[in-house]
C-alpha cells in the first residue's frame, strides 16, 4: 500500500545536514517520522486529499535545533525572576529591583539572575548595602549572568544565616570586606546557602513552568535539549523526577538528556543507570562535574594570575574526578566535566588521556569537556588525539564576556572561545546556550560564533576574528553534530528518510544575509514528532 504524507513542506530552501543529500526543495512527513526529503515534483506526488500541504515561499528549512547545555530546570524555577540580560547599567538594576520589591509585598523574596556588570557604564557589582538601600524591606538575592556568582542584601544574609562568624562553606567563598564583614558578594556553592533557604515551589507550579519553558524553546527552533546540573547537586533528583511526570502525563514535546550531578554517582551505578538510557523523548544524559568555576567572579583555574585578581580556584579536585570517572566509565555512564579556564581545561585533558590508557571504555556515549572557554594551544593538541571525547561550547556566553575577558585576562584573551581551533581538532563540536546564563536562542548562537561580537554589534570587526565559525559549521553545531555525539544521530540532526520529524522554518536564509542579521531572524514554524507545536 503507498504510503502517503500527513504534511509536505515544498517550495522552499531545505538545508538537510545530511552529507550524502545536502539539499532538497521538498520534505514529506508521515506520523513522527520524515517520509522523504527531495524535488517539489517527487513530494508533491506523495499527498492525498488529506494531507496538509505548506507553500515555504523560498523559506529555509532546518533539523529542529539541539542544545546540549542548558540548565532547562534551574530556568523554568526561576520563569518569575527578574531577568537581568538586557538591563544595560546599574541605575536599571536598581530600578528592576525596586520595582519588582513593591510588587513582591514587603518580607517576600526578590530573586533575579543575568546581570553583567563588565558591559554597564559604571562596571560595579553590587553589594549588599546597594540592594539594602533599593529594597530594605524585602530579602534579595541576584546572580550575575554566568551563575558563578551572586549578592543577597542583609536580610537575605540573615535568613541564610551567614555572618562575619561564618566560615567559607566548601569550594565557595564568603566575601568579606577589611573589617570581616561579608560585602554580599558568594561565589561559587556559597550561593547554595541561600538556595537552601529560599521557599520551594508546588509541584503544580513547577510543572507549569516547564510547560511555559517547553513553548518558549519551540518559538527558539529548540526540539532537544541536554538539561544540565548546577554544582552542589541539589536539583538532580528533583528534575528527574520533574520530567518523568511531564513523560507520564504526556505533557513532554520536548526531546531532553537530563543530566545527573557528580555527587550522584554510585547511586547511579548501584541503579544500573547508563547514558542513553530511555526513550525517543526523555533519556539517562550525562554525570556532570566541576573542575573550576568561572571568570566573571575570577574563580575559573587559570595558568597565570588574572590581571585582577589570582589564579582562580579548582573546585572539586582531579584526582576526585578521575576517581569517579573511571568507575562511571566501566559502568557505562558517561559524564561531563565543566572546565573554564586554561589551567582547568589542563588538567582535564590530561586526565581523560589517563583515563583511555587505562582501560577499554564501556561508554557508547562519548564523555564531555564542558565550556573549553580558555584554553592553550598545546592543550588541543592532547584533545586531539582523545577517541571517546567531545565538547561543548557556549558562544552566546562570548558576546557577553569580551569586556569582562578583556579586563581580566588581557591580550590571553587569544585563548579564550578558540572555536576554530577546536573544530580543527577533529572533536566533535556541539554548540550551546548555557542559558539562563545567555540567550537560549541558538540563532543568538550561531551570530556569536559567525561574528565574534557583542549582541550589539561590537566591536564592529569582531573579537580574535581567527577563531570565528561558518554559519554553516555553527549550523552543525546545533543540529547533527551533538546529535551524532550524544547517540541519537540515527534518529535526529537531519532531514533524511526514516529520522524522526522534528523540523524548523526560518524567516529569513540565514546563509545568505549579512552575519549581523542573524539574531533578527525569527522561527516561523516549529515541527515537533510530525506535529506543528509553534506557528509564528
Known amino acids: 500500500m503507498k504510503i502517503v504524507a500527513d504534511i509536505i513542506l515544498h517550495n522552499g530552501i531545505i538545508q538537510t545536514q545530511d552529507d550524502f543529500h545536502p539539499k532538497a526543495r521538498a520534505v514529506a512527513i508521515s506520523g513522527k517520522r520524515i517520509l522523504s526529503a527531495g ?22 528549512v532546518l533539523p529542529g535545533f539541539m542544545d546540549t547545555h542548558f540548565h532547562f530546570y534551574e530556568w523554568a524555577l526561576n520563569y518569575d525572576s527578574i531577568d537581568f540580560s538586557r538591563v544595560g547599567s546599574f541605575k536599571e538594576m536598581e530600578d528592576a529591583v525596586s520595582k519588582k ?63 562575619s562568624a561564618t566560615p567559607d562553606p566548601k569550594d565557595g567563598v564568603i566575601e568579606k570586606d577589611v573589617s570581616g564583614r561579608p560585602t554580599g558578594v558568594l561565589k561559587e ?50 528534575a528527574l523526577k520533574a520530567w518523568q511526570r511531564l513523560h507520564r502525563e504526556n505533557r513532554l514535546h520536548l526531546r531532553c538528556h537530563v543530566a545527573l550531578p557528580g555527587e550522584m554517582t554510585d547511586q547511579a551505578i548501584d541503579l544500573g543507570l547508563c547514558t542513553g538510557f530511555g526513550d525517543d523523548l526523555l533519556k539517562i544524559g550525562y554525570l556532570k562535574f566541576f573542575s573550576d568555576g568561572g571568570m566573571g567572579a575570577r574563580t575559573a583555574w587559570m595558568t597565570k594570575k588574572y590581571l585582577d585578581a589570582g589564579f582562580g580556584m579548582a573546585l572539586t579536585p582531579v584526582a576526585d574526578i578521575e576517581k569517579a570517572v573511571l568507575k562511571a566509565d566501566q559502568a557505562g555512564l558517561s559524564v561531563m566535566v565543566h572546565a573554564v579556564g586554561d589551567r582547568a581545561n589542563k588538567e582535564i585533558i590530561a586526565m581523560f588521556q589517563r583515563i583511555e590508557s587505562k582501560a577499554p571504555t564501556r561508554c557508547i556515549i562519548p564523555h564531555r569537556i564542558e565550556h573549553v572557554q580558555m584554553v592553550l594551544p598545546e592543550d588541543l593538541e592532547k584533545l586531539s588525539v582523545l577517541k571517546n571525547m567531545a565538547v561543548s561550547c557556549q558562544p552566546s556566553n562570548l558576546s557577553l564576556d569580551i569586556s569582562m575577558i578583556d579586563q581580566c585576562a588581557g591580550p590571553r584573551g ?42 550589539n554589534k561590537t566591536p564592529e570587526q569582531g573579537w580574535y576574528m581567527e577563531q570565528a565559525l561558518s554559519v554553516e559549521e555553527a549550523v552543525k553545531g546545533y543540529t547533527i553534530t551533538p546529535a551524532v555525539a550524544s547517540g541519537t544521530g540515527e534518529q535526529l540532526g537531519s532531514i533524511t528518510k526514516g529520522k524522526l520529524a522534528d523540523l524548523i522554518v526560518l524567516d529569513q536564509n540565514i546563509f545568505k544575509i549579512d552575519p549581523d542579521n542573524i539574531p533578527d531572524t525569527r522561527v516561523d514554524l516549529t515541527l515537533f514528532d510530525g506535529k506543528i507545536v509553534y506557528e509564528r
Open 189 to 238: 556553592l556559597a550561593s547554595n546557602m541561600i538556595r537552601n533557604v529560599l521557599p520551594e515551589l508546588s509541584r503544580a507550579t513547577v510543572l507549569e513552568n516547564m510547560q511555559k519553558a517547553v513553548h518558549d524553546t519551540h518559538k527558539l527552533g529548540l526540539t532537544s535539549i541536554h538539561d544540565i546540573r548546577l554544582m552542589g547537586g541539589l536539583d538532580g533528583a528533583d
Open 414 to 455: 587569544k585563548y579564550a572561545y578558540t572555536l576554530k581551533n577546536i573544530l580543527k581538532t577533529g572533536v566533535p563540536l556541539m554548540l550551546s546556550s548555557d542559558a539562563p546564563v545567555a540567550d537560549p536562542n541558538p540563532l543568538a548562537g550561531i551570530y556569536s560564533a559567525v561574528t565574534r561580537k557583542r549582541m
Open 39 to 60: 524535488s517539489d515534483k517527487d513530494i508533491l506526488g506523495l499527498a492525498s486529499n488529506h494531507t496538509q500541504v505548506i507553500d515555504l515561499d523560498n523559506r529555509v
Open 101 to 163: 520589591a513593591l510588587a513582591a509585598g514587603e518580607g517576600n523574596w526578590v530573586l533575579g539572575q543575568g546581570f553583567n556588570e563588565s558591559d554597564w557604564p559604571e562596571n560595579k557589582i553590587p553589594d549588599r548595602y546597594d540592594l539594602d538601600r533599593i529594597a530594605p524591606d524585602n530579602p534579595v538575592c541576584i546572580w550575575r549572568c554566568d551563575l558563578h556568582l551572586s549578592v543577597a542584601n542583609s536580610l537575605g544574609l540573615k535568613l541564610a544565616g551567614i555572618s
